[in-house]
């Protein structure tokens, strides 16, 4: 069956950065693309940006330019998200996302927490 | 970008009621739409993909309907285990993806 399994919880300090990690199975990794989604607290989804883990390419919402780097390891079948120059508006639910035609699996999400 | 307006913001409704939410597109997305449900500290579960097709083990009390600019997604008859949060999400021309405000339901 196809799992999305993430790294742990993060407590960070404003102006560090956060690398998530989200690894697949149960199907070829390289055939789907992966996609990130954020949740603050009592808040909506927030869609954060994709990757295509065959070719490398990847895009990025607007609001995350510059900030948000994806990456992955074909050979672990495993997705990364790094998201730099945290602030407190970056706490939130971190979901990696299977993306066929729309998403299919989620992750278990991973909770970063920004705070001095 | 294709923008999404969710309705209502939330609601109230007793087990047994029919329950509508309805998802607004900026611009026509064809039925390139998906309704997902969300319960306190889990992951979105999709319930419904291409605006109207039920996604294997969902109860047929779910449905979706719609196509180009608006969609419905319908529970009829609500059960004690569809309290929860309600989100539409569209992919067409993907990149990017869109979800809308979602809509939580609550119990009257």
């Known amino acids: 069956q196809v799992q999305l399994v993430q790294s742990g919880a993060e407590v960070k300090k404003p102006g560090a950065s956060v690398k998530v990690s989200c690894k697949a199975s149960?199907?070829?990794?390289?055939?789907?693309?992966i996609n990130w989604v954020r949740q603050a607290t009592g808040q909506g989804l927030e869609w954060m940006g994709w990757m295509n883990p065959k070719s490398g390419k990847t895009g990025r919402g607007q609001r995350f330019q510059g900030r948000v780097t994806m990456t992955s390891n074909t050979d672990t079948s495993t997705a990364y998200m790094e998201l730099s120059s945290l602030t407190s508006e970056d706490t939130a639910v971190y979901y990696c996302v299977r993306v066929v035609g729309s998403i299919d699996y989620w992750g278990q999400g991973t909770l970063v927490t920004v705070s001095s | 970008d294709v923008q999404m307006t969710q309705s209502p913001s939330s609601l109230s409704a007793s087990v047994g009621d029919r329950v509508t939410i309805t998802c607004r597109a900026s611009?026509?997305?064809?039925?390139?739409l998906g309704w997902y449900q969300q319960k306190p500290g889990k992951a979105p579960k999709r319930l419904i993909y291409?605006?109207?097709s039920l996604e294997s083990g969902v109860p047929s009390r779910f449905s979706g309907s719609g196509s180009g600019t608006e969609f419905t997604l319908t529970i009829t008859s609500l059960q004690p285990e569809d309290f929860a949060t309600y989100y539409c999400l569209q992919h067409y021309n993907y990149p990017p993806l869109t979800f809308g405000g979602g809509t939580k339901v609550e119990i009257k």
């Open positions: 611009q026509d997305i064809r039925n390139e």
């Open positions: 149960g199907y070829t990794f390289t055939s789907y693309d």
């Open positions: 291409a605006a109207s």
